[in-house]
């Protein structure tokens, strides 16, 4: 006698898209690939992507609750045939960490970003370098980094938080996809200059000798260190020269404006050779008319908040009295040493009293006890217009010699993405719902592994993204926006939202499953599910 059937929802939202995408790339197959074999239920690949469907399913949920978020997922569908959300317990999760440590994150991380370029066709000509600041909570006191773990500890923070400990990530993306192609954890004090030097060194050996993209960095990747290792690896780049440097402020201030010429609306360039660190170089000065206005209110206000600091201090020497002249001549140099855009005019003048108390008789004469200063803060003026000369103003520099190969246009362009590329990278895995604000792992080696999954859900989101947007265009079709407008570019992050609400309706019979259904199917997350493939369709029930 059979027993009655027993009917359970899971809701699968947009995570059959992230499953789908997962699927595409082999992604437990290629991380199951490269760790040590073991006899485990689950294997680290699944462990892996249970943790990116966590992590993009934007609920700020910590890794330690993973089986709680699983729970009401249709995981046999997302991850694997006979898997349950207990099966990804926080002991099975710490354990695919160590594996992923064990097997090395970057190099885990580059064979499964290469494949899934392989996989959708992507060639990158230009890929961006950089790096940031991921900070953590709690004590991490008394650490012995083990072999090549980093270390959690202070260091300079580009988010403006010296008072948290911290760990550094230097990601490689592809031109305007943010899709990341080179990923590394490095410890909280990591120095820029001297870890670029090292990335472009080990992305150099991992690079084929076709298809070799050029590499796109900032000013922290400008040093005789990293271009000679560029040169060894035979390695094209493109980099902002440093303000700094003695040989690009020479050439700012004797260029004029009678040489340049536009290069794009809003930008005028002029083109010169240059050697630098031994390396015969294109440098391409630029004048942005945008960006001296920005650069312009920038001045104004670090003038502003200078002023009022050196008021304030010098309203502090004005009441100090010195023993002679040349002590308080002295305040005065040490004080105009500290402000770059102003300094005190000052005069010293000698501070006289009667040498006994009461009413002074005739004879009496005031005697010197000290010196004091008066005077007032002014604005050096030849500072603040040497400033403005230079606003506005920037270099950027190419070993690639031949400009039919990379023209003056090219060179602009493709530096100016940064912002759009790798940058837009950081800010996707520093969203508040991400999971990236909650690295409370003790174990550096673990913080190491659970970075590179923040880095494979980032591959995954823009996969997914690129994908969706490929296809909008190729088959002349729309979706909604936010505001109900027809787009052809629609953010995922904005797609996941459209598939709230998406449930699996199971039906088992005897204890099996025997009906899986797709309930609340609309005609918007229909067109696409279409649009995104037969892997997606295949996790939403859909007949291929």
């Known amino acids: 006698m059979s027993e009655e059937a027993t009917y359970e929802t899971k809701r699968i939202d947009h995570l059959g898209i992230v499953a789908g995408v997962c699927q595409e790339i082999n992604l437990i197959e290629q ?28 609920v700020g949920r910590a890794l330690y609750l993973t089986p709680g978020y699983l729970d009401n997922k249709p995981v046999e569908v997302l991850i694997g045939e006979g898997m349950s959300a207990a099966d990804f317990n926080d002991d099975t999760l710490a354990r695919c960490l160590d594996d992923l440590y064990e097997a090395g994150v970057t190099e885990v991380f580059y064979q499964i970003a290469g494949h899934a370029l392989e996989v959708y066709g992507i060639e990158a000509k230009y890929v961006h370098l950089d790096s940031s600041s991921f900070h953590l909570h709690g004590a991490y006191e008394g650490q012995e980094a083990e072999r090549e773990a980093i270390s959690i500890t202070y260091g300079y923070s580009k988010d403006h938080r010296p008072d948290l400990k911290q760990v550094v990530v230097q990601l490689i993306t592809s031109h305007k996809s ?191 006890v000290g010196y004091s200063l008066s005077g007032e803060v002014e604005t050096r003026e030849v500072s603040v217009e040497d400033a403005k000369r230079s606003l506005g103003w920037f270099i950027i520099a190419t070993n690639e010699l031949e400009a039919t190969r990379l023209s003056l246009t090219g060179m602009l362009e493709n530096y100016t993405d940064q912002g759009i590329s790798v940058e837009r990278g950081f800010r996707f895995l520093k969203d508040p719902l991400f999971f990236a604000n909650t690295l409370f792992l003790k174990k550096p080696q673990r913080i190491m592994a659970l970075l590179m999954i923040m880095g494979l859900a ?60 797709l309930l609340n199917l609309r005609p918007v997350q229909q067109q696409v599910i279409a649009l995104l493939g037969p892997r997606v369709q295949y996790c939403y029930l859909m007949p291929l």
């Not at 991380?31 to 966590?54: F, H």
């Not at 995954?460 to 909604?480: D, F, G, H, N, V």
Request: aromatic share 8%; glycine share 6%; net charge positive.
């Open 31 to 58: 991380i199951d690939a490269k760790v040590r074999t073991s006899e485990r239920k689950v294997s680290c690949g699944k462990g892996t992507q249970a943790m990116v469907l966590n992590a993009l399913g934007f």
């Open 178 to 368: 943010a899709l990341p192609v080179w990923f590394e954890a490095l410890s909280g004090n990591s120095n820029d200059k001297k870890t670029f030097t090292e990335s472009v060194k080990a992305y150099g050996k991992q690079l084929s000798a076709s298809g070799r993209p050029y590499l796109v960095m900032d000013s922290a990747g400008f040093s005789e260190a990293t271009l000679k290792t560029a040169r060894e690896e035979g390695i094209y780049w493109l980099m902002r020269v440093p303000e700094t440097l003695a040989q690009a402020k020479k050439l700012v201030k004797e260029t004029s404006a009678a040489e340049m010429r536009e290069i794009e609306p809003g930008y005028q360039g002029k083109e010169v050779e240059c050697v630098y660190g031994g390396v015969k170089q294109r440098w391409l000065i630029v004048f942005s008319e945008a960006a001296q206005a920005r650069e312009l209110k920038t001045l104004e206000k670090a003038q502003s908040k200078e002023r009022e600091a050196a008021e304030k201090e010098w309203r502090k020497l004005e009441g100090q009295t010195f023993n002679c002249p040349a002590d308080a001549e002295q305040a005065v140099g040490q004080y105009n040493q500290k402000w770059k855009y102003h300094q005190a005019k000052a005069q010293v003048s000698p501070l006289t009293q009667y040498p006994r108390r009461g009413r002074p008789s005739a004879s009496d004469q005031k005697e010197i």
């Open 458 to 517: 980032l591959l995954i989101y823009s996969l997914a993204e690129r994908k969706l947007r490929l296809a909008l265009k190729e088959m002349q079709a729309t979706i909604p926006n936010q505001l109900g407008k027809p787009t052809q570019t629609p953010t995922i992050r904005w797609v996941f939202q459209l598939f709230e609400g998406l449930d699996i309706l199971l039906i088992r019979q005897n204890g099996q499953v025997v009906v899986r259904k």
